[in-house]
């Protein structure tokens, strides 16, 4: 079932924009087919197509239901900014496997470090390939990717989750004996190519984070988020 975000829908709904240009030309649909609308109340709207213009796409709702494809637990992803295009990798899987909002981080060993410029026009990239991992792993919401942060700086929210994780490749305690299963909120930290340095180990424990492994193996820059998100969704049954 095709999947799509509005903020409010009608009993009879016109969707304009893209997502109509998308409907009527790239999916190619017609009149008297289905899709869904999920709102910003996570309320997933089974529509019937009615017509298709200039104007946009006309649908009528024929039932709708809560979305229950959240995760219990919200993840918010500190990954520091990885070179090249692993970035959109990492935020498209992450989307995925269930993140609820992605930070990207500026470490001292990230290659890739661009001006505020060209930093916003990543962020608005990296925020369209969230939105479209959302809709095609028919997500309730479309994780927001935030601004760029220095790394010092996004150690100030870690007192906003119920636990907070650094995975690193020096070693650290198994994911099982670091976060409970029935936790609600998590912050994990991922280094980049050349992963962290000491200082910036301390800092993140010196702020409450704990240290954790992903194993015996030296994992890439863009294979251990995904490796931890993975881990934790498990370890807290939502892969069930």
């Excluded at 799509?4 to 009879?12: I, Q």
């Excluded at 690193?168 to 029935?182: K, L």
Aim: glycine content about 6%; some cysteine; aromatic content about 4%.
């Amino acid at each position: 079932m095709d999947w799509f975000f509005v903020e409010n829908v009608a009993p009879t709904h016109l969707i304009t924009g893209e997502d109509a240009h998308h409907i009527a030309k790239a999916l190619r649909k017609s009149v008297g087919e289905l899709l869904t609308l999920c709102d910003s109340s996570k309320v997933a709207h089974l529509c019937r197509i009615e017509k298709i213009s200039s104007e946009g796409v006309l649908v009528k709702v024929v039932s709708k239901d809560e979305c229950l494809h959240e995760p219990s637990v919200d993840i918010t992803l500190f990954a520091a900014l990885t070179k090249g295009d692993k970035m959109e990798s990492v935020i498209q899987k992450s989307v995925e496997l269930g993140v609820h909002q992605i930070v990207p981080v500026l470490t001292a060993r990230c290659i890739s470090r661009p001006d505020p410029k060209a930093a916003e026009k990543k962020r608005v990239r990296y925020q369209k390939i969230a939105e479209q991992a959302a809709m095609q792993s028919q997500r309730a919401i479309v994780p927001a990717v935030t601004d760029f942060q220095e790394l010092k700086n996004a150690v100030l929210a870690l007192g906003n989750y119920e636990k907070s994780i650094l995975f690193y490749e020096g070693g650290g305690a198994p994911i099982r004996s670091v976060i409970s299963e029935n936790c609600r909120s998590a912050a994990i930290f991922t280094g980049p190519e050349g992963g962290f340095e000491e200082s910036e180990v301390q800092l993140l424990t010196a702020n409450g984070a704990s240290l954790a492994t992903l194993g015996q193996r030296i994992l890439r820059a863009e294979t251990a988020p995904l490796a931890a998100l993975a881990a934790i969704m498990f370890h807290t049954h939502n892969l069930e």
